[in-house]
Nanobody, 124 residues
Framework: QVQLVESGGGLVQTGGSLRVSCVAS????????MGWFRQAPGKEREFVAA????????YYADSVMGRFTISRDNAKNTVYLQMNSLKFEDTAVYYC?????????????????WGQGTQVTVSS
């Protein structure tokens, strides 16, 4: 089992920045990759970014490429999502997820473990 706890969400103005964090605990040695997803009201959960736990390879959704940066600190078992140039449409609950197997890192079904989510609201 892997437990995930997100933090760092909040309210920010358009064009501003915010960093959300996700701390993993439990069987973290088994983690293959971690990802960030988001879900806005009335919409499906969508992929934002992912990072491989060992090599640090990163993946991004087109909608956030160049604005968001995913990173990890293996010593702290923590994954970060730095969000810059935020837009109103970035408003959503952001979820951290972990997978212990490979596969398509942009699909929610690849991930077995999820955090409780943290709200990010961008005011226009």
């Amino acid at each position: 089992q892997v437990q995930l706890v997100e933090s760092g969400g909040g309210l920010v103005q358009t064009g501003g920045s915010l960093r959300v964090s996700c701390v993993a605990s439990g069987r973290t040695f088994s983690v293959y990759a971690m990802g960030w997803f988001r879900q806005a009201p009335g919409k499906e959960r969508e992929f934002v970014a992912a990072i491989s736990w060992s090599g640090g390879r990163t993946y991004y959704a087109d909608s956030v490429m160049g604005r968001f940066t995913i990173s990890r600190d293996n010593a702290k078992n923590t994954v970060y999502l730095q969000m810059n140039s935020l837009k109103f449409e970035d408003t959503a609950v952001y979820y951290c997820a972990a997978t212990v197997v490979g596969g398509s890192l942009s699909r929610p079904s690849t991930y077995a473990y999820w955090g409780q989510g943290t709200q990010v609201t961008v005011s226009s």
